[in-house]
C-alpha cells in the first residue's frame, strides 16, 4: 500500500503569540510507499504524533488530502473508513493502548473480531505473534497485570494481526529493553520487506539502523534527515 | 469472547461496581414506576371494592353507634364490634318515609375464641330474602342461598369447606369461603338471620352478649337501605333522622368518600413521589453515563483506532445500557411484588383501606410498560453522553491522559 499525504496542515485552537490558533502541523507532503520503513524523530512536542494521526485516519486535518492508494481517508463516511483501517491500516498508539476488560489474547485478537468472529485461525496467529514477542505466558493475563514494555508488545501483536498494508508505529520501542527492541525492530523490518509501508516515530538511535529513510520533525515541520 | 458483540456483556462483568450502581438505579426505577402504580391502584380497587361491597346508599344503626362513631370501622373494615336496636326499626322506616326501593337487616355478633378461629370474628347475620348487599357477593363464590345452619366465611378463615365449626357451642356447616377483600371482612362469618339469632341465643344463654336487655329476637344492628330513583338521598337521609326515634341514617357514600378522600391524598402523593424518584434518578443516571464515558474515552478510542465505527461504540454502550436496565427494572419489579406480598395486610390496617391487587393480567402490562421506561431512560441518558464522546477525532481523544 502506498499513503500519499498532499499539502496537509493541522491546526489546533490554542493562545499562542497573539493568535487564536497554532499549527501543529504547517504545510506537508509526504510519501509512504509499501515496502518502506520510514522512521520521524525529533523534539517532544514537534508533532510527530499529530502526522501520524492524519495519516491514520484518525484526525481530520485542516486542509490537504491523504491517500491510501487511491482511496481519499477524509472523504469516506465514518463507517467505510473505520472499516478501511480496521483492513489496512494498523496504528500502533503512543502510551497504553489496551482494552482493560479483556485478557491479553482477546486484546490481541480484537481487530479481527470486530467485523467477524473469532477463528481457531487467527487464534493460532496470534499465538504465534505472542511467541515472537515473548508475551506468550501472559496469554490469559489482564491488561492491568502487565509491566509497560508487555502492554507495548501487546499492541503491537494487535498491530499485526490483521497483517495490514500499513503499520504507524508511534514510539514502538519506548518501554522496551534492548533485546526486545531488536526483535520488535526486526519484526517491523519483515512486515515491510513483505511489502507493508511501516512508519516509526522513535527517539532512539537503535530505530535508524532499520530505517529506509529517516525524517525530522520539529515545530511542525518535517524535513528529510537521511534516505 | 467470540466476537465484538459479548464485548458490552464482558464490559459489565469485568467492571461489577460500576455495574451494580447502574444495576441499583434502575432497580429504583422500577420499584418507583411499578411499586407506586401499583399502590395507587391496589387502593383504587380497595375503594371499589368497599362500595361494591356495601351496595346501599343509606345506613340505619342505633344512636349511640353513631355517636361513638365505632360503626363506621364495623361496617366497612369488619372490625368485630355489635351494637344492636329495636327491630321495629324495620316496620317504622317502611310505613313513615317514602322513598324507600329496598331495605334489608343485618345482624352482628362477635364470637368469643370460636373453635374455629384463634381470634375473635366478626358474625354477620342477613336476611336472604331481602339482602341486597351480601348476597351477590355470596352468590359470587358460592352460587346458592345459605340454609340454616350454614355459614360462608371470610377467605382468611382457616377452615376448609364442609367443616363443622362450634360458635357458642352450636355446630354450623361451612358452606364456602368468599374472595378477598382485603379487609378484616375477610376473617369474618356470614350466615342467614335464622342462624344468627340461634347464635345469638347460644351467647345469650352463655351470658357473653347483652342485647340492651332484649330479647335477642327483638333486636337488630343495621338497616341496608336502596332509596328508588326519584328520591334524593339525602332527603331520605334526614327525613329517616327526623321521624325514626333513637337512630341514625347515614349515607353510604359520606362513610367512603372520607375514606375516600383521604385515599385521593395518599394516590396524588404517590404521584409526586414517583414523579421525584424519577427525575432524581434519571438526573443521576445521566451524569452517572456521562462521567462513565469520559473515563471510558480512552478505551473508547483504543476501539476506534482498531476500526469499530461510531455506530459500534454507541451500539456497544447502547447495549451495556440495555441490559442493565433491563435486568434492573424486572429485578426492581420482583422487589416491589414482594413488599407488596408481604406488606399489603399491615397496609391495609394502618390506613383502613384495603389493599387488593389489580388482576394478574394489569400487574403485567404495568410491569411491561416500567421494564420498557426504564431500559428507554438507560438508553436515552447512555446515548447522549456517548454521541459527545465518539463525535470528537479519536486522535484528539487519544492524547487523553491514559
Ligand atoms: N488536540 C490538541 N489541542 C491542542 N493542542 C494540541 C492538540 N494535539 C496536539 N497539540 C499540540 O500540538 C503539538 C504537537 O503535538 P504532538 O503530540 O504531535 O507532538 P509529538 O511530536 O508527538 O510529541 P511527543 O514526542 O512528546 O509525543 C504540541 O505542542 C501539542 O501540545
Ligand atoms: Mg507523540
Known sequence: ?227 | MKSIRSLPFVNLIKKPARSVALLILSVFLAVSAFGGSLAVMSLRNGIDSLESRLGADIIVVPYEAATKGSYESVILQGNPGAFYMRHTVLGEIEEEIAGVEKLSPQYFLVSAKAGCCSVRVQIIGFDPETDFSVTPWIERSYGKTLSDGDVIVGSTVEVSTGDDIKLFDQRVNVVGQLERTGTELDTAIYCNVNTVKQLMQAAQVKQLVDYNGSDPDQVISSVLLKVRDDYDIDDVTSDINLHVRGVKAIRAKSMISSVSDSLSGVSSAIGVLIAVIWLLSLIIMAISFSMINQERKKEFAVLRVLGASRRMLSSIVFREALMLTCAGSVGGILLSLLIGLLFADSFTAAIGVPFLLPATGTIVAVGAVTVAATMLAGALTAAVSAGKVSRQDTGVILRGES
Open chain 1, 1 to 227: 500500500m502506498k499513503l500519499i499525504a498532499t499539502k496537509i496542515t493541522k491546526k489546533f485552537p490554542r493562545q499562542r503569540d497573539g493568535a487564536n490558533f497554532f499549527y501543529a502541523l504547517h504545510e506537508t507532503d509526504f510519501a509512504l510507499e509499501g515496502g518502506c520503513l520510514a522512521v520521524i524523530t525529533g523534539r517532544s512536542g514537534g508533532g510527530k504524533t499529530t502526522l501520524l494521526n492524519l495519516l491514520g485516519g484518525l484526525l481530520q486535518p485542516s486542509s490537504g488530502t491523504v491517500k491510501a492508494d487511491d482511496v481519499d481517508l477524509y472523504q469516506m463516511d465514518d463507517k467505510r473508513l473505520s472499516a478501511f483501517r480496521n483492513r489496512h491500516i494498523a496504528v500502533i498508539p503512543q502510551g497504553v493502548s489496551a482494552v482493560y476488560t479483556l485478557t491479553v489474547t482477546e486484546n490481541i485478537l480484537l481487530p479481527t473480531m470486530m467485523y467477524g468472529k473469532r477463528t481457531a485461525e487467527n487464534a493460532q496467529r496470534a499465538e504465534e505473534l505472542m511467541r515472537h514477542l515473548g508475551i506468550a505466558d501472559l496469554r490469559d493475563a489482564m491488561p492491568s497485570e502487565l509491566s509497560g514494555g508487555e502492554l507495548r508488545r501487546m499492541a503491537i501483536a494487535r498491530a499485526m494481526m490483521t497483517a495490514p498494508g500499513c503499520i504507524l508505529a508511534d514510539e514502538p520501542t519506548g518501554d522496551l529493553d534492548d533485546e526486545n527492541t531488536a526483535v520488535v525492530l526486526k519484526l517491523l523490518r519483515e512486515t515491510a520487506d513483505a511489502g507493508a509501508a511501516v512508519l516509526v516515530i522513535s527517539h532512539d538511535a537503535e530505530t535508524l539502523k532499520y530505517a529506509d529513510r529517516v525524517y525530522r520533525m520539529d515545530g511542525g515541520s518535517l524535513t528529510v534527515h537521511h534516505a
